[in-house]
């Protein structure tokens, strides 16, 4: 049976969500969970997304199939039981067989945080600036993100990329409680976009780029015209949406495949 699990984390001490060798990570982390709670030998979660190391995530949606039916209270309050206290699961949702996290995603909204105040409380999850940028100039160069859809400018040279493009719906700076805070929204990002993007607008607002030569950057698609990436532990995956009526129409599925799964086990063997 599959589960979508609302998963929220504390990046700081972890080299991003993926498992990888030789490192820590928040899906190892999770997996191990997952595989001691529910007695699976062997877990191969998936993520709606990944994030580096350092990122936090206020909502990573993950999907995992486990051998019986669980009610998601249950799940959550299992799983939150062995969990680190920087890996939080909040919900779990029962999706159908074919449910998939990344794929069915439709949008992704990051978000990045500034302080302008030297915070003991935020070092681990705000950037630190000193003065002030132009919010206003910002707010302008950032129209060009959601005018153009190739960001090869953005984009990190490893990886397994296949194309550059992106469609940004949303992309703005506002001030609150007082903070800087950059929210980008596009049905896809590439890896280490977001930083990149943060680092350039930021040289918009200290007056090292003009709107113009921002949106000229992005044209250029030239990975070494972009700014150095904003540090990591200012930017958050704050949320990941599905279509509407996608998690009433999987509880349906996921109750179909719950009685054809008892069915047969309750059919007598054709073979004897």
Not at 49 to 75: K, N, Y
Not at 142 to 160: I, N, P, R
Not at 169 to 180: I, V
């Amino acid at each position: 049976m599959r589960y979508f699990l609302e998963v929220a984390y504390d990046g700081t001490r972890f080299h991003g969500w993926q498992t990888q060798p030789n490192a820590l990570t928040v899906q190892e982390v999770l997996d191990d969970a997952i595989s001691k709670v529910f007695r699976v030998p062997q877990v191969d979660s998936i993520g709606s997304g990944r994030t580096d190391t350092g990122v936090h995530a206020g909502q990573q949606w993950v999907h995992v199939d486990l051998p019986q039916v669980i009610t998601p209270e249950e799940i959550v309050y299992k799983l939150n039981r062995l969990l680190p206290p920087d890996i939080a699961v909040r919900h779990a949702k029962q999706v159908g067989p074919e449910a998939h996290t990344r794929f069915d995603a439709i949008s992704r909204t990051y978000e990045y945080y500034i302080t302008l105040e030297k915070n003991p409380f935020l070092v681990r999850h705000a950037y630190f600036l000193s003065r002030r940028p132009n919010v206003e100039q910002m707010n302008l160069a950032a129209q060009a993100l959601l005018e153009l859809e190739d960001f090869t400018t953005f984009s990190k040279v490893k990886g397994d990329t296949k194309h550059y493009r992106c469609t940004i719906t949303q992309a703005f700076w506002q001030e609150r409680d007082n903070k800087l805070v950059f929210t980008v929204q596009a049905n896809r990002f590439l890896r280490g976009m977001v930083r990149l993007i943060v680092g350039t607008l930021l040289d918009v607002g200290k007056g090292k780029l003009s709107v113009n030569r921002f949106r000229e950057i992005i044209e250029k698609q030239d990975r070494s015209s972009s700014s150095g990436a904003a540090p990591s532990e200012g930017l958050f995956l704050h949320r990941v949406d599905y279509p509407t009526g996608y998690f009433e129409q999987q509880q349906i599925l996921f109750k179909q495949e719950a009685k054809r799964l008892q069915a047969m086990k309750s059919s007598p063997n054709q073979e004897e």
